[in-house]
């Protein structure tokens, strides 16, 4: 590999090859590599996707099937709700996998 080539490969540039060849100081040939193609334009995202009815969409395909799956594959299920009736705050309630009988 030549020097113009491992400098075109290292620095992600297009160099003009008789522009590079004619520098006699490095000077000149770094003022050949500053003409390098202007870099492409960013990305402009669309804005429909920042609107309202969109923002739901997203949030309902991410938050439905999160929050149903517990339901679906845990069959979760509260035992003993009538002993906290009288219960003053503030309380620790740890969730536990106790099987009832039944």
Request: proline share 9%; net charge positive.
């Given at each position: 590999m030549d020097l113009l080539s491992a400098l075109e490969e290292?620095?992600?540039?297009?160099?003009?090859?008789?522009?590079?060849?004619?520098?006699?100081?490095?000077?000149m040939s770094s003022a050949s590599c500053n003409n390098?193609?202007?870099a492409a334009?960013?990305?402009?995202y669309?804005?429909?996707?920042?609107?309202?009815p969109a923002r739901w969409l997203r949030l309902a395909v991410y938050y439905a099937p999160r929050l149903a799956r517990p339901q679906i594959?845990?069959?979760p299920r509260i035992v003993g709700r009538e002993n906290l009736r009288g219960l003053r705050g503030p309380v620790l309630i740890v969730s536990n996998q106790h099987h009832a009988p039944g």
């Open positions: 290292k620095f992600h540039v297009e160099l003009n090859e008789t522009a590079f060849a004619d520098a006699k100081t490095l000077r390098r193609p202007h334009p960013k990305y402009i669309p804005r429909w996707t920042q609107r309202e594959l845990g069959h």
